[in-house]
């Protein structure tokens, strides 16, 4: 059995946490010492040679070491990922455990995360319990950062438990897939469910891809566990920090561009799937588009230069299906 564990990295916002996530890794490997390959993209795009140097180091007292790939531009999330499992699959690995590298891996979460694969044949995904990583402070916390992805008529995506206290409440909840940040794939599933030749789909570049991702592996029949016992700790920028006020404040923090895509994104899930949802989801993706337009015109205006993006990309959907 063997195990390709993937991530990517962009431009100077991952080199301060390469160096402990890859020590922390290296860790968790050990204690399960199975047989792995580590790919690491790169998807910088200014000329930073910051994550290069960094991955080097690390290979010279490494136990396991890193496959590094410069894509010498940004591919987008999807794009860059679907070359890292497509190279895990020509390798002959079964699973793929994709992580971020803004993470700690505590030392038993590969052990877990493996050894739950292996005692569920039915499932063809696990993801870990991810907290929240006070990585400025460099503490760990017991806050949620997702137990997995939930999806709420209307095409509606969360994860689970985001920004509450862990207390084990969602340890045995049926999720509906994986977040992004954190998750092992059989690539057997991932194999069969590819679109035009394309694990992730491309047309989404950043941002929802994974719920893309997971509601076609859930689709398709392949279902997905959580494993509570598997612990990674994710320092992520756009994290939930609260209820709606706060949560309002931190989407208006953001950049405009990463605005953008998630709301590009949002449109091409509804596009995507709006006929296999029921009377009353596709109620509720109808309103959630009237709301997004009365929202944009009148609180973001910038997002109306992103419906001829959404059309466009609407077209080639219909064309694809």
Partial sequence: MKLT????????????????????????????GGEVSILAGDNSDDGTSANRELIKAHNEAATYKIDYLDFQNNLGFA??????????????????????P?????????KHLIQGIEDNADVAVLCPKILQWDFQNKQTTDIIDSCGIMMKPGLRFYDLGQGKKDDASYDRAEIFGASGAAG??????????????????ERFFMYKEDCDLAYRLRESGFNTKLVPESLV????????????????????????????????NQH????????????????????????YLIFSLILAQFLLKSYPIIWRKRRVLTNTK
């Fill in 102 to 110: 803004d993470m700690l891996i505590d030392e038993q979460a590969v």
């Fill in 233 to 264: 700790y994710h320092d992520r920028s756009a994290a939930v920090k609260g209820g709606l006020v706060q949560t309002t404040r931190d989407w208006f923090r953001r950049s405009r561009l990463t605005r953008s895509w998630s709301f590009v």
């Fill in 5 to 32: 564990v993937g991530f990517l990295c962009y431009n100077q916002s991952s080199a301060p946490y390469l160096k402990l996530f890859l020590e922390s890794l290296e860790r968790s490997l050990r204690v399960w």
């Fill in 184 to 201: 092992l794939y059989k690539l057997s599933a991932l194999n069969c469910i590819k679109e035009n030749g394309q694990y992730f789909d």
């Fill in 79 to 100: 794009a860059a990922y679907n070359k890292l499992i497509g190279k895990a699959s020509l390798e002959g690995s079964e699973y793929f455990l994709m992580l971020n």
């Fill in 268 to 291: 091409l899930l509804f596009i995507k799937h709006l006929t296999k949802e029921s009377v009353y989801s596709r109620f509720l993706i109808y309103m959630q588009c009237v709301a």
